[in-house]
């Protein structure tokens, strides 16, 4: 076999072996759900929005308005308490946004945790449910 001959073959196997790996993108069976925007707004002790129908592997970006006159955050809780995602403190008038993927259907909490905010009722509850 000539040198010409060999290399015309590595070239053309290495090609198909390219070939057959394919792309690192979405698959046509698991294409890429862009984010959902839900509005929030906080004010003294709750949250006010409606953050329905959302299903596991979501990713919704929380807007989060604070119409009082404190200020305010928002933290995005599992039902373990892990911190899934947090606004930063807004003052009143202000706004911040946090984006989370809720990779499983389940129950979460949105809170306000600055100073007695929670325990006077500034949570919520969100059911994610099955995709």
Same mark, same amino acid.
């Given at each position: 076999?000539?040198? %010409?001959? @060999?290399? !015309?073959?590595? &070239?053309?196997?290495? *090609? ?5 790996? =394919? +792309? ?6 698991? %294409?890429? @759900?862009? !984010?959902?925007? &839900?509005?929030?707004? *906080? ?5 006010? =929005? +409606? ?9 919704i970006r929380f807007a989060v ?67």
């Amino acid at each position: 076999m000539t040198t %010409p001959r @060999r290399i !015309a073959i590595l &070239v053309s196997s290495m *090609a198909l072996l390219l070939a057959a790996c =394919g +792309d690192d993108g979405p698959s046509a069976a698991e %294409p890429e @759900r862009p !984010a959902k925007t &839900v509005e929030i707004t *906080a004010t003294e002790y709750r949250f006010a =929005g +409606d953050p329905t129908g959302i299903v596991g592997g979501d990713t919704i970006r929380f807007a989060v308005s604070n119409v009082g006159q404190l200020d305010h955050e928002m933290q995005v809780l599992d039902d373990g308490g892990t911190l899934l995602g947090r606004t930063t403190r807004i003052p009143p008038g202000g706004s911040d946004e946090v984006t989370v993927e809720f990779a499983t259907a389940g129950d979460y909490k949105l809170i306000c945790d600055i100073d007695d905010h929670q325990s006077r009722g500034q949570f919520a509850f969100i059911t994610v449910g099955e995709p």
